[in-house]
């Protein structure tokens, strides 16, 4: 089945409003100049402007809102991956670590995608690392080290 910008474009702004509606409550942070609601109300503000931009687009294109078509073995496929990769992580994040598991996922999410399989290994354990420094050093997300504890830094 295939759907017009459009209409994931109305699905994701009925999203983005429902975000900012539930963060406004968010409780301020004493001694901070901004509060918990900061990052959701960004992020959200942000998919509601794509939101627009993906719904004007569809609506230009002129193609149908619903239609339907034969899905090639490539992209049944590439679904299974995604949806395994997904599972994978959730069942073996604790054990390996998130840099393993997120380096496997990318690695096979890549292959499945078609990616050049020379770019397949450099992008995935550059993008994890790069992941994972914006969420462990930056964000001060405690990501799960695994198998790489005894290295972690």
């Known amino acids: 089945m295939r759907l017009n910008d459009a209409v994931i474009g109305a699905v994701l702004l009925v999203l983005s409003l429902a975000v900012l509606w539930h963060v406004k409550d968010f409780p301020a942070i004493p ?10 109300t960004v992020v959200s503000a942000g998919l509601a402007v794509t939101s627009i931009l993906l719904i004007v687009q569809g609506l230009r294109s002129g193609e149908p809102m619903f239609s339907v078509q034969v899905a090639q073995g490539g992209r049944l496929i590439a679904f299974g991956v995604t949806v395994g990769s997904m599972l994978f992580y959730v069942l073996f994040v604790d054990q390996l670590g998130f840099i393993v598991c997120a380096t496997l996922m990318l690695a096979a999410l890549l292959w499945s995608y078609g990616v050049k399989r020379s770019l397949i290994a450099p992008v995935a354990i550059a993008a994890t690392l790069v992941i994972h420094t ?18 972690a830094w």
Not at 31 to 39: F, I, S
């Open 134 to 151: 914006g969420f462990f050093k930056v964000l001060k997300v405690p990501l799960p080290w695994g198998l790489l504890e005894s290295i």
């Open 31 to 40: 001694g901070q100049p901004y509060g918990a609601a900061l990052y959701p």
